[in-house]
């Protein structure tokens, strides 16, 4: 095997956030729309599942992480939905305040929202360029 055959970049594996508290984190992150593929206590992680991809976002607990605003400027992961402002809406009805309401991006629009611990999301359509979007 070649050097350029055993580097090649597969695809994403999960998306690691740091979380001071696992139980809080997946309760917040339930009422953003995430499902809970698997959560493992012992070990401090809990895997939110994204769609139907293998790959999701592992929150993993750390020590000594308290609660804090989103730096910036922060990493973000954006998560693709069929249209973010009624993904703003439902948020707001579930007690999440976005970190602004939904604003214009080339694609269509994104909302962005923070957890306690300064991970942001953003939640971000294809309805300006739908031929782009996972869904037609």
């Given amino acids: 095997m070649s050097d350029e055959e055993s580097y090649e970049l597969l695809g994403f594996d999960n998306v690691v956030l740091p979380v001071g508290r696992l139980g809080e984190a997946v309760e917040f992150y339930e009422r953003a729309g995430f499902v ?10 809990a895997l939110l599942k994204v769609g139907g991809e293998t ?4 929150l993993r607990h ?9 730096a910036w ?6 998560v693709e939905v069929p249209d973010a402002r ?7 009805g579930a007690g999440i305040t976005p970190l ?3 604003f214009a991006v080339a694609t269509g629009w994104t909302v962005e929202i923070a957890d306690p611990w300064g991970n942001v999301i ?12 996972r869904r037609g």
Avoid: Q
């Fill in 55 to 58: 790959p999701g976002v592992l």
């Fill in 62 to 70: 750390e020590d000594e992480l308290g609660y804090r605003p989103p």
């Fill in 122 to 133: 953003g939640f971000t359509d294809y309805t300006k360029r739908p031929e782009l979007a």
């Fill in 86 to 92: 009624v993904a703003a809406l439902r948020l707001v």
């Fill in 100 to 102: 602004e309401m939904p």
């Fill in 36 to 45: 809970v593929g698997f959560r493992l206590d012992e070990a401090g992680i």
């Fill in 73 to 78: 400027p922060a990493s973000r992961v954006w």
